[in-house]
């Protein structure tokens, strides 16, 4: 019988689908991010055969010296960031995701983070719990129009093109967007312009929402030099990975209105904010819930059980991750 470890309980579709295989199917018990400690502790019980991790798990070398008998580790997420691939090509053990069609619920966060920051209805709604609401007055909470501005795209997957469409059908909104590739769907169906760099969507957008995955040319892509380019009315929405912005950088330009505000669903040091980041009322804090919708997540599931079924089988998993 093949024996699957999980680091942590996934949807039950998943998993019934791997029982339904007739493998045997272990999982972390208590609702929190394990250890490293408790993730190689667990590993070392049984010769597993294949492994679901999540994007909470250092998968490194001590890692997979617990557990050399598996040789395939399941992503249960988009990115991959949390795994060290070098080493995992170095033995021979392959690494899957799971980029599913769910790109709607993490473009509508964006886009929810968006307006919540232009009406702001995060301030106004504490502002109401707080008491301090004694009656209507013509200069309270004065927001930002979004009709007919101007939305940039860094990383224009499937996330990103979704998250454009949106706001150009819903909002009038002119699309701009910066990818290593043309997005020829994005430019000739709604007219979207492609810029060269980074730098020139920073420059022009008034939204700038990021798609990009976690890799070493990411990490501080929008930086304290990058964040001064923006426009002093920008705001800044982060839904891929939170090291891609300089956390402590964007401190001091919210503090100091260098950008008007920021919609952050990831952290850099995640689950832990850079100091001061909780106190400001022009940024919106949510615990990494972009696709935390029941579709969503239910795919990501059936995803990672797939490559782990098609691997055991002896076929290649259909989302293997390559190493560059």
């Not at 886009?111 to 504490?126: N, S």
């Not at 940039?152 to 967007?177: L, N, S, V």
Request: net charge neutral; glycine share 6%; aromatic share 8%.
């Amino acid at each position: 019988m093949k024996q699957i470890y999980i680091t942590r309980k996934i949807p039950d579709i998943g998993i019934k689908m791997l029982q339904d295989k007739g493998y045997s199917v272990d999982f972390y018990p208590k609702d929190r991010v394990p250890s490293q400690k408790e993730i190689i502790k667990a590993l070392s019980k049984k010769p597993y055969d294949a492994v679901i991790s999540l994007l909470t798990d250092k998968i490194d070398a001590k890692v997979f010296d617990a557990v050399p008998s598996a040789k395939i580790f399941a992503n249960y997420a988009i990115g991959f960031d949390n795994i060290d691939l070098v080493e995992a090509n170095k033995r021979g053990i392959l690494v899957t995701n799971t980029p599913g069609d769910y790109s709607e619920c993490v473009a509508e966060h964006a886009i929810a983070m968006m307006l919540a920051l232009a009406t702001r209805m995060v301030e106004a709604d504490q502002y109401v719990r707080d008491g301090k609401y004694k009656g209507w007055a013509p200069l309270h909470f004065v927001g930002t129009d979004i009709l007919d501005k101007t939305f940039g795209i860094i990383g224009a997957g499937q996330i990103g093109t979704r998250a454009a469409i949106i706001a150009k059908q819903a909002f009038r909104m002119k699309i701009i967007y910066t990818d290593i590739a043309r997005n020829n769907k994005l430019e000739q169906e709604f007219g979207a312009e492609y810029r060269a760099t980074p730098e020139e969507v920073l420059k022009e957008a008034d939204v700038v929402s990021l798609h990009t995955p976690l890799l070493p040319t990411t990490r501080h892509l929008v930086d304290a030099n990058r964040l001064a380019m923006m426009k002093p009315s920008a705001f800044l929405v982060n839904t891929s990975r939170g090291a891609v912005i300089d956390e402590v950088a964007l401190v001091t330009a919210l503090k100091n209105k260098t950008i008007a505000g920021a919609g952050l669903d990831v952290f850099e040091f995640e689950p832990k904010l850079s100091k001061g980041l909780a106190k400001l009322d022009n940024v919106i804090l949510t615990p990494h819930i972009a696709s935390a919708s029941v579709t969503a997540r239910d795919e990501m599931a059936v995803i990672a059980a797939k490559n782990v079924i098609e691997f055991i089988e002896g076929r290649t998993p259909p989302n293997l991750v390559v190493l560059k």
